[in-house]
């Protein structure tokens, strides 16, 4: 049977990335530490150039101020980028860790130790230095990545990945250790997702389309960043200014994040004091609003919201706003609508925040801070690959230690078994 041009792409590519593999998880720490330091250098030496790929994607973006602003790198944000990418070589080794030893009665010692998971396939859209992190975390922990970005950032992921490459090269570590689909041909997707015994783990990161997609068409393992449907509670026991302040960064500081308020919920017995203030900040940065009866009650002027409203990952400067009884309340609400990812209380009383982190079961919970602050960087990890919102293998921000797995060692000094 002929191949589609995409599998034949897929095939060679996939294939020279195992024995990239391979030779990565024998390559010492230092080696790779080198290698994303050099590779940091080739990010800012190639600035220019990155900005001007950027550009081009910028200039055909039809999408919304949030979507843009997603898609757009600056100074500053390449800045980041490659400042993640030393905070990334700076971390421990991921691949020195013995997780678990014991010895058998018959003597035989017994040692369970991390490795690489291998050959990882990153499908990602709109933000470009999604490839950077990925890459990064990636050589970190002894895998190699097949990159495939969006066609909104092409010229971007294209260009970031060739400033990778350079520094891959200078410390004489296979190029095939990072790769990038050489198309943004749909195709390719499609033969990434049947790539079963070429890929050894799919990471999708954007919209709830692409992730579905990839989890109802893929035949490799998924590890999937769900969309960011998160909360921000304010218990009737939270201190004003403060829910002013953490309110207002969780909703504003970037609304097109994942990591960014979705959905305001409030006591009601503080809600008709607070509420007009939290209101008028947010409005004052821009932010719309769809909310419940009882928030209308309190401020007339916010438009009306649809139960589907409330089961809406906005990305924009849009807010959900629900008034409700109390923490059983807002949990339900959060249980029914929310998706796992991240969820906020604001609060001076101690055992009701324990309350809300035990009952929540998103992969973060957070008390008195700001949603935002659900990001690999914050975490000290130097960057992430994205939001883990699954049960198996990685939850929250996935770093360097999450893309690894482990095997048995076995010593003996002669054992047979009888």
């Not at 026991?237 to 909703?251: G, I, L, Q, T």
Request: net charge negative; glycine share 8%; charged share 20%.
């Amino acid at each position: 049977m002929k191949l589609d041009p995409n599998e034949i792409v897929l095939r060679e590519a996939a294939e020279a990335a195992r024995a990239a593999s391979s030779a990565l998880a024998q390559t010492p720490a230092a080696l790779r530490d080198a290698a994303l330091r050099e590779a940091a250098a080739a990010l800012r030496r190639h600035a220019p150039d990155i900005l001007a790929a950027n550009a081009q994607d910028i200039a055909t973006s039809t999408g919304t101020e949030a979507f843009r602003d997603r898609l757009l790198l600056t100074e500053a944000r390449i800045a980041a980028m490659t400042e993640g990418i030393e905070t990334v070589a700076a971390l421990p080794d991921p691949l020195d860790r013995t997780l678990a030893k014991w010895t058998r009665p018959n003597g035989l010692v017994i040692r369970r130790v991390a490795q690489p998971i291998g050959v990882i396939g990153m499908i990602y859209e709109s933000r470009p230095n999604v490839g950077a992190d990925t890459a990064a975390i990636c050589l970190k922990s002894g895998n190699a990545v097949l990159l495939r970005g969006g066609s909104e950032s092409f010229f971007s992921a294209c260009a970031i990945h060739a400033a990778f490459a350079e520094g891959l090269r200078e410390t004489g570590l296979p190029e095939t250790c990072v790769q990038i689909a050489p198309t943004a041909d749909r195709g390719f997707v499609a033969a990434m997702l049947a790539g079963a015994g070429l890929i050894d783990l799919i990471i999708p990161r954007g919209g709830r389309s692409l992730v579905e997609l990839v989890q109802r068409e893929a035949r490799v393992p998924v590890l999937a960043h769900a969309e960011g449907l998160n909360h921000t509670y304010v218990h009737q026991a939270a201190d004003p200014e403060m829910a002013r302040r953490v309110v207002a960064n969780a909703k504003m500081r970037r609304p097109g994040v994942c990591g960014a308020t979705e959905t305001l919920l409030i006591d009601a017995a503080i809600a008709p004091g607070l509420l007009p203030s939290l209101v008028a900040d947010l409005a004052a940065l821009g932010c719309a609003f769809r909310a419940c009866g009882r928030a209308r009650a309190i401020v007339p002027a916010l438009p009306a919201a649809t139960e589907g409203d409330f089961d809406t990952e906005w990305l924009d400067a849009i807010l959900s706003v629900k008034v409700v009884d109390d923490i059983d309340d807002a949990l339900a609400h959060i249980a029914r609508h929310g998706s796992s990812h991240t969820e906020a209380i604001i609060t001076e009383d101690r055992a009701t925040a324990g309350r809300f982190l035990a009952g929540i079961d998103s992969a973060v919970g957070m008390w008195n801070a700001s949603t935002q602050f659900c990001d690999g960087g914050e975490f000290g990890f130097g960057a992430e690959i994205g939001i883990a919102t699954g049960r198996i293998h990685a939850r929250g921000p996935v770093g360097p230690e999450q893309l690894t797995t482990f095997r048995y060692q076995v010593i003996g000094n002669g054992q047979v078994r009888p």
